[in-house]
């Protein structure tokens, strides 16, 4: 049956990996008897030029009559300066919002002889594999109204939570914990915040639901120091909006790259949004030399979680494995052995090993 899928290239180096991905995905359809439609939408400050909102009604619309959705990246310098109602970031946080996608799923594994791409050392390295819930529609993202007061002396930002809110991810994070190695590690600042206060109670709640899981709760500070110092203590991490947006850019390190690692934005029923953990990277913007892995990577968890499509999601990781493992990277991996090649070149290796691995069998 033919699948739907909404593209939104957004800002910088979204434009770039969007592309890769969507050769990838010609590839498997190709390959393997799909049939994909893709329709491009606006988002962030591509649309702010275009429609004068980060979010026009238009793609909001076409997102949720999509079977899937990819996002590239939002945001730049051009619109840094905007009001906050007209930046970038809110096309993003409002195209999450109207999906109700709640759950961002951020996993994190070591890729198979990287290790030295991290600066980390590799004995630390090794064996990592984790995998970060975030809550993704919640907490001091969506305070209301965050404002200047006082003739601008003084701001205000709300962190809001509802029991509902944080009962639904810390199911998500056990379920993800029933299907990995049963360990879950709730993280959260419960030794300050109320907000936290209440999380912690509704994940020992919920514990008994759950008793093939061994839960711990660690305050966000640690986690963050052990992250980086014992990664491998760790499997599920459930945590909270901002907590997860900043520890999931700090497991990155343990790849070697943001620019390796794949995202899914989930709720219960309806359409999911695959989007890289980078951004819009403005720096390297323009000079085709972004790695397209963690775009192509979220593709293979759309196929998984959107489609069922799991021997195709297989495809693709192996086939970013392997080119990896013929030497192959971009530059943002620091590693002096192999070759350094472009987000072009980086996403054809990846398209013919797909390509050759079907035609072998
Ligand atoms: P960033 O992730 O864009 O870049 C951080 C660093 O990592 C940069 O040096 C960049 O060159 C590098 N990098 C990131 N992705 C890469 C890739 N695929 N290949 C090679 N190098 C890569 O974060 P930032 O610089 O803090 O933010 C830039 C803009 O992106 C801001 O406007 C920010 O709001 C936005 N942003 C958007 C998203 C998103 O759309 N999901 C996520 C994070 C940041
Ligand atoms: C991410 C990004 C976004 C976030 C920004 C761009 C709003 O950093 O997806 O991790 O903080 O959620
Ligand atoms: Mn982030």
């Known amino acids: 049956m033919k699948k739907h899928i909404v593209l939104l290239p957004g800002d910088g180096i979204g434009k770039e990996v969007i ?75 409002g195209i999450r919002k109207a999906l109700d996608l709640y759950a961002n799923l951020r996993p994190i594994k070591g890729f198979k002889n990287l290790l030295h791409a991290s600066p980390l050392k590799e004995e630390v390295v090794a064996g990592s594999d984790l995998l970060i819930v975030r809550e993704l529609t919640g907490g001091l993202y969506f305070g209301t109204p965050s404002e200047r007061r006082d003739n601008g002396n003084s701001v205000v930002d709300t962190l809001t939570y509802t029991r509902k809110e944080i009962e639904r991810i ?117 000079k085709g030399i972004a790695n397209p892995c963690a775009m192509i990577l979220s593709a293979a968890m759309m196929l998984r979680y959107s489609f069922d499509f799991n021997t195709e999601a297989k495809v693709i990781e192996d086939a970013v494995q392997s080119v990896l493992d013929a030497g192959y990277h971009t530059g943002d991996l620091q590693i002096e052995e192999g070759r350094q090649v472009g987000t072009a070149e980086m996403t054809k290796l990846i398209v013919d090993y797909i390509k050759s691995q079907h035609a072998s069998k």
Request: glycine share 8%.
């Open 19 to 93: 592309s890769s991905a969507k050769d990838v995905l010609q590839a498997i359809a190709e390959e393997y008897n799909h049939s994909f439609n893709f329709e491009t939408h606006e988002i962030g400050g591509a649309a702010i030029d275009q429609y004068g909102t980060p979010l026009p009604d238009s793609t909001v619309d076409a997102c949720k009559q999509a079977d899937a959705v990819l996002l590239g990246a939002v945001g730049g310098p051009k619109w840094d300066q905007n009001p906050s109602h007209l930046r970038p970031e809110r096309g993003l946080l």
């Open 170 to 286: 810390v199911d998500k994070g056990f379920q993800a914990a029933q299907q990995r190695s049963g360990r879950l590690t709730s993280v959260d600042k419960a030794n300050v915040l109320e907000s936290s206060k209440m999380w912690r109670e509704v994940v020992e709640e919920k514990k008994a639901q759950y008793p093939d899981v061994v839960v711990d709760h660690v305050l966000v500070d640690a986690a963050a120091m052990k992250l980086i110092t014992n990664p491998t203590q760790f499997d599920v991490i459930v945590t909270e909006n901002l907590f997860g947006d900043i520890l999931s850019d700090e497991a990155s390190v343990l790849t070697g790259s943001i620019g390796m690692l794949p995202s899914a934005s989930l709720r219960e029923d309806g359409v999911g949004l695959y989007e890289p953990v980078h951004g819009s990277a403005p720096d390297i913007a323009g």
